[in-house]
């Protein structure tokens, strides 16, 4: 049997990692709360800089003095973390401990972006502090800020601010603070007199200030859930009188008046989310819900049943898919398209990344529409505007009757999309990373036949984590552009991130269009626009399509399909996974169990690679 190779094999960009400084390079140590997206970009940052950097998820203060004692860092820094230093590691000035504080000079306090958002402010910012006594109130190593305003008109939310612009401001202040350490400078104090400083104090955020008054617009409602989304959340009762915590607000443009009725009245469900009834005839819509102690799910999986049956369905209109271009849908629609000069765009904007079984089979389903009915030359994986994609949907399997059957179906569903990219004959397809992607996201991006990304991206490959084989075609997609031992290296691994540097140096990606999520969609456009008047693209779709419709292909990829979900099957029968799901979803810490992803594939050899008749001025 033949063996295919991805289109883009020929024409990835080697990278050179950025010369080292003339300083000798850091011994750090990064201690946090949570190894999330700010620690694990910061981590990998300092990495790409030469530095050794050690991750220490903070246990206690006593412990940390020990693993300072012990490895001797000469610099700590604090990407995320919530819990006060000891006095024997701020008051040791030789061995600096920096705060990544994301607020602007002078802001202090554990809420900041909560009331930046709150309070509506144009610009925020991100400000590296020397641990001190009082929180956020130590000398400032260095302070960066940007605008809030995004061209993209969609609600802002906390976690998507934190997630790009802040991540962003903060890998530039690391960066400066540690080049003035290295160069013996020290940092200032932090001086209120200074008209520059208009940061301040500010108290945590409670579920009293963050209450909202329905009777406002619906814009203002969803701008002040999402000043709490992800983290804590809205506090906020419904029609049936139960507290909820409200996510993924979207207002409804297209709504008329329901006369007579509350605000707060759910008037019509969509896709999992509700619609809810604001004040001066608007509304908005509610994509997830949790119930105090619970997990965050789709609307109407929380909602008693009762009042879920008894609001009636509000579908998109018909040919509402495709939206003009550059613009967002103007109600709740998480799968949307923009059409533009032979390329077509595919936003598929799940809340967090993942996609449960329902989300899975409408994606698949618009594959097949666009591919029957789009005139396009090229497709774009646009993914989410948070995330590309996180895989299969955690939450939603642990909340099912039957997780392990729920888990299978949800990982047939993915399988379908990445199925029908695979198998795309007659348009050349790109994966473009807005945002990260982890496990099933990353392999299912690809099946593309190009993929590109920005700089700020960072990747999760590996389904470890979840004691899981993993599926989504990666046998045959991952060995093909990085090779069996990276690709078994990473499937193996546990939580160790990729950034998109790394990525590209691999071959894992294909190009890095823009240094970070700043101008990222501009380079799309111009570089889909490109691949469309390049070199061969008639003979590179000729071959495409010879290539995709051969049976030997089909019979390729469908036994790689099966190989996996074989040790899924295995695997969704699994403690290791149950366990790890219910820690995952409940957020609480589960012993490590031994999964291994041997057994991998071997691949055929390489069939002669097409990409080359892209040219150089693409390659």
């Keep these: 049997m033949k063996s295919f190779v991805p289109l883009a094999a020929s024409v990835r960009r080697l990278i050179r990692p950025t010369p080292a400084a003339s300083a000798p390079p850091l011994k750090i140590l ?19 800089k030469g530095h050794a950097v050690q991750n220490y998820p903070f246990k206690t203060p006593e412990d940390l003095m020990e693993v300072v004692a012990t490895n001797q860092p000469q610099i700590i820094i604090c990407p995320f973390l919530t819990r006060k230093i000891p006095p024997e590691i701020y008051l040791n000035k030789k061995v600096p401990c920096l705060i990544v504080h994301p607020g602007i000079e002078g802001d202090r306090g554990p809420s900041s972006i909560d009331w930046a958002l709150r309070e509506e402010r144009k610009t925020w910012g991100v400000t590296i502090i020397q641990a001190d006594k009082e929180m956020d109130a130590g000398d400032i190593w260095d302070t960066n800020t940007f605008s809030i305003e995004r061209g993209l008109s969609v609600t802002r939310t906390k976690s998507s601010l934190y997630r790009f612009e802040c991540i962003d401001a903060a890998v530039a202040g690391v960066h400066n603070a540690l080049t003035m350490f290295q160069r013996g400078l020290s940092p200032r104090p932090l001086d209120y007199s200074r008209p520059s400083v208009i940061g301040s104090l500010r108290p945590r955020m409670k579920q009293s200030d963050r209450r909202i008054d329905w009777n406002l617009d619906a814009r203002k409602v969803a701008a002040l859930i999402g000043s709490s989304d992800s983290q804590p959340g809205t506090a906020e009762t419904l029609q049936d009188g139960v507290k909820y915590f409200l996510y993924g607000a979207h207002v409804e443009s297209d709504f008329t008046t329901h006369a007579g009725m509350d605000v707060k009245t759910i008037l019509g469900k969509r896709d999992d989310a509700v619609l809810v009834k604001c004040g001066q005839g608007s509304a908005v819509w509610l994509s997830h819900l949790k119930k105090e102690k619970s997990i965050k799910l789709p609307a109407t999986w929380v909602l008693p049943e009762k009042l879920v049956a008894s609001v009636p369905e509000i579908p998109l209109p018909p040919q509402s898919l495709q939206v003009p271009f550059r613009t967002t849908p103007k109600t709740f629609q998480e799968i949307f398209t923009w059409e533009h000069r032979g390329v077509c765009y595919l936003w598929f904007d799940f809340y967090n990344g993942a996609m449960h079984t329902e989300q899975c089979r409408r994606l698949a389903a618009t594959l097949r529409h666009i591919k029957a009915t789009s005139p396009a030359r090229v497709l774009v994986l646009m993914g989410g505007l948070n995330f590309f994609s996180n895989g299969i949907n955690l939450n939603t399997i642990e909340a099912s009757a039957d997780p392990a059957e729920e888990s299978w179906r949800n990982i047939n569903a993915i399988d379908e999309v990445v ?18 992607s982890g496990a099933g996201g990353v392999m299912a991006s690809l099946a593309a036949d190009f993929v590109w990304a920005h700089d700020g991206v960072v990747l999760n490959p590996t389904y470890k984590t979840m004691d899981l084989y993993g599926s989504e075609y990666w046998t045959y997609s991952l060995p093909r552009r990085v090779g069996q031992a990276m690709a078994k290296q990473l499937t193996d691994s546990e939580g160790v991130p990729v950034s998109a540097s790394q990525a590209l140096a691999m071959g894992m990606i294909d190009r890095i269009l823009s240094p970070s999520v700043g101008g ?23 071959r495409k399509k010879a290539r995709t419709e051969n049976g030997e292909f089909q019979a390729l990829i469908q036994s790689h399909r099966d190989w996996e979900l074989e040790h899924m099957k295995r695997c969704f029968r699994s403690e290791g996974y149950h366990g790890k799901r219910k820690a995952f979803v409940y957020k609480y810490e589960y012993l490590p169990c031994n999964a291994s992803a041997d057994g991998l594939r071997q691949s055929s050899q390489e069939m002669k690679e097409e990409a080359n008749l892209l040219g150089r001025s693409y390659a």
């Design 30 to 48: 990064l201690a946090f709360d949570s190894f999330n997206s700010m620690s694990q970009r910061i981590a990998l940052e300092c990495q790409s």
């Design 419 to 436: 199925k029908e990219i695979l198998l795309c004959s007659d348009k050349l397809t790109v994966t473009a990373m807005y945002g990260n």
């Design 520 to 542: 990222f969609l501009d380079r799309v456009v111009e570089s889909a626009e490109e691949l469309i008047g390049s070199k061969g693209m008639e003979e590179l779709l000729r």
